[in-house]
């Protein structure tokens, strides 16, 4: 079974509707992030989490939430969506008590969102 | 705001080529990542570099943190099919961005049989 799982793997929706991704865990990590990525763009940081009482806005935060429902949960959602959300959505995993000294990171397979 | 800039963001070769993909940045990261996604999967650690000038090997990959820890290189001895995937560097730092990696926009490699 995977470590990092996402869900949904691939969501259409229209503009105006309130979006939820999921993501789980089983590596027992503290630190959760959500990343958005584009072509030509890499890995943007929408939110992160180093504990469930402790959640942090990334560089792309406006028109995203989260919510971490225990250090094995973290959600992302999207209050009202519009077309620009179009993404791939990545959830990642580090612990440096673990062993990722470095805050390496482990993700999950991705959502595949698109906003009509 | 620390860039990463990668170069090339696209590349094309044949098997057996040899190929290098830059990872620069005006900023010194206390460590530099180089990860590997296939379509459909997100993204892998290859290697994790950490002192200036260090050159880490994984069978015919090379990477190399530069002495300023400004910038890192990859580089791909004998390119095969199997190589082919986004390839993204990844800086860390300490101080307010504690915990968070900045990441480059990436090399798409394509490695033709």
């Known amino acids: 079974d995977a470590d990092v799982t996402q869900t949904p793997r691939n969501r259409i929706t229209k503009t105006g509707k309130r979006i939820m991704l999921e993501c789980s865990q089983t590596?027992?990590?503290?630190?959760m992030y959500w990343y958005r990525q584009d072509p030509g763009l890499g890995l943007r940081l929408i939110y992160y989490?180093?504990?469930?009482?402790?959640?942090n806005k990334g560089e792309i935060s406006d028109g995203y939430s989260v919510s971490r429902q225990a250090q094995a949960k973290f959600s992302l959602s999207l209050e009202s969506a519009i077309p620009n959300q179009t993404a791939l959505y990545f959830c990642?995993?580090?612990?440096?008590?673990?062993?990722?000294?470095?805050?390496?990171?482990?993700f999950g397979p991705g959502t595949r969102l698109t906003v009509l | 705001t620390q860039l990463l800039e990668q170069s090339p963001q696209f590349l094309s070769i044949q098997e057996g080529e040899n190929l290098t993909v830059y990872c620069n940045s005006s900023?010194?990261?206390?460590?530099l990542q180089w990860y590997r996604q296939e379509p459909g999967e997100g993204p892998v650690l290859l290697v994790t570099?950490?002192?200036?000038?260090e050159v880490k090997k994984l069978k015919r990959l090379t990477f190399q943190f530069g002495d300023a820890r400004k910038d890192s290189s990859l580089h791909i001895t004998a390119a095969q099919p199997g190589d082919t995937g986004l390839y993204l560097c990844?800086?860390?730092?300490?101080?307010?961005?504690?915990?968070?990696?900045?990441f480059g926009q990436g090399t798409i490699l394509t490695v033709h049989p």
């Open positions: 990642a995993t580090s612990d440096p008590a673990s062993g990722s000294l470095y805050n390496e990171q482990f």
């Open positions: 590596k027992g990590h503290d630190r």
């Open positions: 989490s180093f504990d469930v009482k402790d959640i």
């Open positions: 900023s010194v990261f206390s460590s």
């Open positions: 570099v950490v002192t200036g000038g």
């Open positions: 990844a800086g860390g730092t300490g101080g307010t961005s504690y915990g968070k990696l900045t």
